[in-house]
């Protein structure tokens, strides 16, 4: 199999991967803070497609899903804005099993997968997907050239990690620390464990879940992962401009801020010789 | 209904991976994986295989504390109405209220055969709630709740009942604070806390191995009514109606008659399949049938009727959606049926043709309410109601057996508020008793 864009993100350096829901509060708002979190250093979006009943969530992301969802985000909405964004590095979208079944005349991931490959998406995560409900939609996901990114949880036991290994391209997403997602002022103390289960895998590492500083960053890539996926943080930022009605550019600035302190952060977790 | 269809369906047990022909699975976050893999082995061996006598411990304390067997009552007065012979189990007698506690007991019995330290669960009306609040009192577990904060507004006396028993209520603020949310919120407590913590869910919901082994704790009712009918009617009964919101009484009346019922210690024969007895799944009509998909609403909850195929709370199953596959508000006048999927097993013996769904509209349970109270002395549950109500359009010639899931106290202000705003007939006047 040919290497994937995702995978070659994580080539140079520690790779940012930066969360926010499409369409919140805006589609038009969207594509200018993804574009702001690129500047800002990201390697690799993850572009939420809002669905309603969001159970790996915590209340930051539910609520951007909400505002998302009122807004009128919509899947072909989502794949409009996809193809608007103005951005050169790989796009994973983040979405929940039943939209991705919905999506078409016949029920199945076959659709959408298509839809979103030809829109320039390069891959998925879908928390309420397992690997082993996974058989249609890592099919559809290979036949189409993308990436099916699975979730490591600190449960995971060794016999579905391996099961999860052999179908993981791109990079495996370590989930950092029990529980959903949101911000957290403390890297779990977990992490390097779940890191040293991973050790043998031969994809990039990224760590998830509670991620929002510079030096949670730092500390993480010195555990030894490959990457830092971030969401909550920087929804925080887009809720506060929902809340206080700032310009979307004020928004945007403290996006490229958040991101470039994140990507330097994780650039210093690496040991000195390593850094570029 | 054809012969043949029926024929063609005998036992149907489920795979080991949970799947009822298409419908079920495990459709949850990766971190609750190792919890659903734990919990599918506990069930096989201690509720399938009575592993250190697990199920003569529940069968006993359902009997001893729970109440059972609840009666097999002849509707003598209905009976005259229809022409034909309608006999009512009675979950309305089980203790707590309601069919909620043989589920609520066995799970939490089981948590603890598993070693868990702790019980969470959602609620919608407050009755499964309350349930699983008595359970874990009489079991001695901690206890949380989660209840969307308008069922809390709107089920108050079910709140302070699960507070008595002292069980910790957190009101869930996301979305419209119904069933789902507290669903959604139940999730990830246990994905926080998974590794001491069991999660008591209230229906044939969510993943394997939950549809079946709620199913199976509730499938004493139909290994009663099995034996209860063969006692005091001579034979099966030509019908089973039941109510069905997530399916828990529907699967629990049906199960022994499918030939699904996996509990162990059941009666010789009383797990095989009965396939001329009619099983009917009366869901809630609500005011009109369909989803508004521009608004995102359905009037109504039958997602067994109308619902379309998609992916909810851990299960492939039928469900009330727009075409975008956004799951939409559901509506029922009765609380404890107003949910927008169905347990998966409901999904696949319908597409089978050994359940048939029907559906009865807010009127006329709230209709049905009223006559069971005036003619029978038996005040149902609203939920009930929809399957009292659906015995004016059964065109049998009966026995017929309704299970009254639930006794309707709990309902008594809504029943007042809405048959005066309706208009319903044989609603008895209050209106000389308000101040």
Redesign the interface.
């Known amino acids: 199999m040919t290497r994937s864009e995702i995978r070659a993100a994580f080539d140079d350096g520690p790779a940012l991967v930066s969360y926010v829901a499409a369409g919140d509060p805006s589609a038009d708002a969207t594509k200018e803070y993804v574009e702001a979190l690129v500047d800002g250093g990201t390697d690799v979006v993850e572009l939420g497609l809002p ?6 969530e ?2 930051t992301i ?2 951007a899903i ?1 505002r998302a ?1 009122e807004a009128g985000m ?2 072909e909405a989502y794949l409009d804005l996809v193809r608007d964004l103005d951005v050169d590095v790989p796009i994973v979208c983040m979405t ?4 991705i ?3 078409g005349d016949e ?1 199945g991931p076959e659709e959408f997968v298509a839809a979103a490959a030809d829109a320039g998406i390069s891959g998925f995560v879908v ?7 996974s058989e249609p939609m890592y099919e559809a996901c290979r036949e189409h050239g993308l990436d099916l990114i ?8 060794p016999e ?1 990690l391996e099961s ?1 290994l052999d179908r993981t391209t791109g990079f495996v997403y370590v ?1 950092g620390r ?3 997602t949101g911000a957290r002022d403390e890297v779990s103390e977990n992490t390097p464990e779940a890191l040293e289960r991973l050790q043998d895998a031969n994809v990039p590492k990224a760590v998830g879940f509670g991620i929002s500083s510079g030096e949670q960053a730092r500390e993480v890539v010195a555990s030894g992962a490959d990457g830092v996926i971030v969401g909550s943080a920087y929804v925080d930022i887009i809720a506060d401009g929902v809340e206080n009605d700032l310009p979307t550019e004020e928004v945007a600035d403290r996006l490229e801020a958040l991101a470039a302190e994140l990507k330097a952060g994780a650039r210093k977790g690496l040991p000195e010789p390593e850094r570029k | 209904m054809s012969e043949e269809s029926k024929r063609t369906t005998g036992a149907q047990s489920e795979t080991r991976a949970g799947k009822f022909g298409e419908y079920g699975g495990q459709y949850v976050p990766e971190v609750l994986m190792p919890a659903v893999e734990e919990l599918a082995d506990a069930y096989e061996r201690y509720v399938l295989d009575n592993e250190d006598g697990f199920v003569d411990d529940f069968r006993q304390r359902i009997r001893e504390f729970g109440g059972r067997p609840t009666p097999l009552s002849h509707a003598e007065n209905l009976s005259e109405r229809y022409g034909f012979d309608v006999y009512l189990k009675r979950e309305d007698l089980l203790h707590g209220g309601a069919h909620k506690l043989n589920n609520a007991l066995g799970q939490v019995l089981l948590a603890k055969y598993m070693g868990k330290e702790r019980i969470v669960a959602e609620t919608g009306a407050g009755q499964h709630g309350t349930a699983t609040a008595m359970a874990c009192a009489y079991l001695d577990m901690p206890c949380e709740i989660y209840m969307g904060r308008t069922d809390v507004n709107r089920q108050r006396p079910n709140v302070f009942r699960m507070r008595i028993h002292d069980a910790e209520v957190n009101p869930v603020d996301v979305g419209s604070g119904t069933l789902k949310e507290a669903i959604n919120e139940t999730m990830r407590d246990w994905a926080t806390n998974v590794e001491d913590t069991h999660y008591v869910i209230g229906s044939v919901v969510g993943p394997h191995p939950f549809p079946a082994m709620v199913r199976d704790f509730q499938s004493v009712i139909s290994e009663e009514m099995r034996e209860q009918s063969r006692d005091q009617l001579g034979q099966l009964p030509e019908a089973v109606v039941a109510c069905a919101g997530g399916g828990s009484n529907t699967m629990g009346a049906f199960a022994s008659f499918v030939g699904s019922a996996r509990l162990a210690g059941a009666p010789e024969g009383s797990q095989e399949p009965a396939p001329d007895v009619d099983l009917l799944a009366v869901e809630a009509g609500g005011s009109s049938l369909g989803v508004d998909k521009a608004e995102g609403y359905a009037p109504n909850s039958a997602s067994l009727s109308t619902g379309t195929e998609g992916v909810l709370h851990g299960a492939r199953t039928k469900l009330l959606q727009t075409e975008e596959g956004q799951i939409v508000e559901s509506h029922s006048v009765s609380a404890g049926l107003d949910y927008a999927g169905v347990g998966p097993e409901l999904a696949y013996l319908v597409d089978e043709g050994r359940v048939e769904p029907v559906n009865v509209d807010d009127d006329a349970a709230l209709e049905a309410f009223h006559r069971l109270s005036r003619e029978e002395g038996i005040i149902p549950a609203l939920e009930s109601s929809h399957a009292v109500a659906y015995l004016e359009e059964y065109e049998g010639d009966g026995p017929v057996v309704v299970n009254v899931s639930g006794r309707g106290d709990k309902d008594l202000d809504t029943v007042i508020e809405e048959s005066a705003a309706r208009d319903i007939a044989g609603a008895p006047t209050m209106e000389v008793f308000e101040e």
């Not at chain 1, 669905?51 to 790996?56: G, L, Q, R």
């Not at chain 1, 928390?127 to 409900?133: A, G, Q």
């Not at chain 1, 699975?150 to 036991?157: K, L, Q």
């Open positions: 669905f309603s009943e969001p159970v790996a915590g209340t539910q609520n909400k969802l919509t899947p929940y099993y039943n939209l079944y919905q999506y029920a928390p309420d997907l397992p690997v082993n409900e699975f979730i490591v949880a600190p449960t995971t036991t579905r999860m989930q029990l529980g959903t």
